[in-house]
């Protein structure tokens, strides 16, 4: 599929950028995504969770009250869950909640979310940005020029460029990555991608290898 590449005024320019079918343009596997991203949201998790059980919280070891004739329940530890301020059964423990997924699965599953974006029409294709200084009014301007303000957006870069990265951080919906980075949950995150024109030779690669 061919697009026109766009300028940082938002105007189209005269050149047009070819992108293989082999990347945008197949069909989406909704189950390789599905698990993808779970798997991505998994990551972010720390797993740190925790609770003290009866062996670990503080409290005497004495009998509170003799076991019958109190016209009561037993009671043989003040650190019994039944008491306020006694341990907690079956708490959290620290744990991990990674999984292990297949790299021929999440390359699916990458490819899957591209032709989702491909066939919605929410690819943009823009020429390079060279921004010395960093500058979110620019970025900013540059959204408006694109008329995507308010609106999720995921700029790929072919390599690292800090000025442009450091340009959007203050933006709650704008989002930069390289294309090395890319992954299932970012590209669906962003209502509208926008691949510089230098990036589709490197997404290319990345996705071909």
Known sequence: MELEVYNIKGEKTARTVTLSDSIYNIEPNDHAIYLDAKQYLANQRQGTHSSKEKSTVS????????????????????KSPLMRGGA??????????????NQKLKQLARLSALS??????????????????????????????LQLSGKKTLMVLGDSNKAL????????????????????YEILRA??????????????KVFQN
């Open 59 to 78: 409290g005497s070891t004495r009998k509170l009250k003799k076991q019958k004739g109190t016209g009561g329940a037993r009671a043989g530890s003040i």
């Open 88 to 101: 907690r059964v079956f708490g959290p423990r620290p744990r991990t909640y990674s999984f292990k997924l």
């Open 116 to 145: 989702y974006k491909a066939k919605n029409n929410s690819i943009v294709v823009l020429e390079d940005l060279n921004i010395e200084k960093p500058r979110t009014k620019t970025f900013v301007e540059l959204l408006n020029n």
């Open 165 to 184: 990265y450091l340009s959007s951080r203050n933006l709650k919906q704008a989002r930069v990555i390289r294309a090395c980075d890319l992954n299932t």
């Open 191 to 204: 209502h509208h991608l926008i691949i510089l024109e230098g990036s589709v030779a490197e997404i290319e």
